[in-house]
């Protein structure tokens, strides 16, 4: 007796805007290594011992240590008990306090309003006009959300509208972090692609801004433009001049602009600067800083403290219309309010310690390690990679993550069409079963046509990373022979 279950959710009933997202940094590689990794641990053979996930922007996974200061203050901010220990310095107890008062009961475990504790809010704004030395920032401009995705999210929410020609466009970099391509999938939004520059250091160059719009006008309504300044995944860091004709094209077409900046203290090269575009909107004058619609996305996730499991994050939203705030407000208290746990390890973020507190030698000897060991793999894998026949990586200014271009033989790409997958993906499946490394293919970010690539986080400890790119350089070098009497391609 077999008994046929009938189910009201099945594939075919399921939201077909849910079926097209995708999110490749844990697409089907990393379900891959997952289970490979399981097998490990039961015993089951392999050419390794372990698998190195450089997939994810996951810092502390990969064994990066968290900041004391950050720790200790959302420690006395949970358990309050604690404020009363000699263990804990005066300038944690501070800030805890300051917080605690902002909550609802002095407890963290109450709700907050839906755009953030106010205190928080505004060590945010006082963060702001310091970093960009002076310009005015709003307190009541500051929302705090659950990490920038969450923000992100919202804000798109609110801009996507009309039907057919009408239906809003959403521009974003290829390539892009996935959260975007799936963002837009999941609002039913069109996504135009707008191609970064790898000749010249994935440089955004407005040309190509233009003839992606009005290509685009044809089939939608573009009025969104985001930016991702420290790229991800291409770790580029923009220049001044190219903020400016960025926004002046913005000013131009009435775009809103959605900048993610999440990676503003990731910048490594000496040459390359952070600007935000706040401050090159600003430095522009009043007719543009009065009237360009910009969204700005920071988060605890990255930067020098990488704490991605708190969820914390901001936005500040300049120029919306007072009506369109209240809806946004309305649309954020929803949810209620983003964890408020995370709201305190924001506030140490934007509220570190300054010169002549206690804390202050300890936190900026741990900050300065972490910055300079990122910069110093930064160099590292650029250098390493770039001597491999077939792969080519131009230098990784900021964030996180190299990109490097590879060459994939004919025969590979044939071999990967008949399996139905893109080359670069048979490329990573490859090397995470060859050597228990795993990467991301380029086609989960999108790519040029007929170009290859993989995004790999340079987040793993210097001796391990170190391993890492020499089994991905011999495993390429064999990959090519495998396929093809090596041919050195057009570097």
């Known amino acids: 007796f077999s008994h046929q279950v009938s189910r009201s959710l099945t ?7 849910v079926k097209a997202v995708e999110y490749a940094v844990r697409g089907p590689i990393v379900l891959k290594a997952v289970e490979i990794e399981k097998g490990l641990q039961q015993g089951m053979k ?20 968290p900041i004391t200061f950050l720790r200790q203050v959302v420690a ?13 310095p005066e300038d944690a107890k501070i800030r805890a306090r300051r917080i605690l008062q902002g909550c609802g009961g002095k407890s963290l475990g109450s709700y907050s309003d839906s755009q953030g504790v106010d205190c928080i809010r505004k060590d945010i704004a006082a963060y702001l006009e310091r970093r960009d030395q002076g310009v005015p920032a709003n307190w009541e401009d500051i929302y705090l959300t659950t990490g920038a995705s969450d923000g992100i999210m919202s804000i798109l929410k609110l801009l996507v509208s009309g039907q057919g020609l009408s239906r809003t466009g959403v521009m974003i970099p290829i390539p892009q972090y996935p959260l975007y391509s799936a963002a837009i999938s999941e609002l039913e939004a069109v996504q135009v692609n707008y191609y970064l520059d790898e000749e010249h250091c994935w440089a955004l160059d407005v040309n190509e801004l233009r003839r992606a719009y009005w290509e685009a006008k044809r089939y939608c309504n573009p009025k969104v433009l985001c930016i991702i300044n420290p790229g991800n995944p291409t770790g580029q860091v923009q220049s001044r001049k190219c903020i400016e004709d960025v926004l002046h094209f913005a000013y131009e077409e009435k775009l809103f602009v959605m900048s993610d900046e999440v990676y503003q203290d990731n910048v490594y090269s000496p040459d390359c600067q952070f600007h935000s575009f706040k401050k090159v909107l600003y430095e522009m004058g009043p007719e543009y800083f009065d009237s360009v619609e910009l969204t700005s996305f920071h988060s605890t996730s990255k930067g020098y403290t990488g704490e991605c499991g708190f969820r914390g994050g901001y936005m500040e939203v300049i120029n919306m219309a007072a009506e369109v705030k209240a809806q946004l407000v309305k649309l954020l208290s929803v949810r209620l309010c983003p964890p408020v746990s995370g709201q305190a390890a924001m506030d140490v973020v934007v ?14 000897k741990e900050k300065m390690l972490v910055l300079s060991a990122l910069a110093e793999k930064a160099k590292m894998t650029e250098e390493i ?7 080519k990586c131009n230098p990784v200014q900021g964030a996180m993550y190299a990109f490097p271009r590879i060459f994939i033989p004919p025969q590979a790409i044939e071999e990967a069409k008949a399996l139905g997958m893109p080359p670069d993906m048979l490329y990573c499946l490859r090397l995470l079963e060859e050597t228990g490394i795993c990467i991301v293919p380029g086609s989960g970010f ?25 089994k991905l350089s011999a495993f390429h070098i064999k990959f090519l022979e495998e396929y093809a009497a090596l041919q050195e391609p057009s570097r």
């Open 76 to 88: 006395l901010c949970t358990c309050p008990e604690l404020l009363e220990s000699p263990a804990f």
């Open 446 to 470: 999108g790519q040029k046509e007929g170009t290859y690539h993989f995004r790999m986080t340079i987040l793993p400890p210097t001796e391990k990373l170190k391993v890492l790119l020499e």
């Open 351 to 364: 509220n570190p310690p300054q010169q002549g507190e206690p804390s202050y030698p300890q936190f900026l």
């Open 46 to 65: 392999r050419p390794f011992e372990e698998v190195i996930k450089a997939n994810i922007g996951d810092a502390h996974a990969m064994g990066q240590q």
């Open 385 to 391: 990679l770039n001597k491999v026949p077939g792969i």
């Open 11 to 17: 594939m075919e009933t399921l939201n077909p805007n």
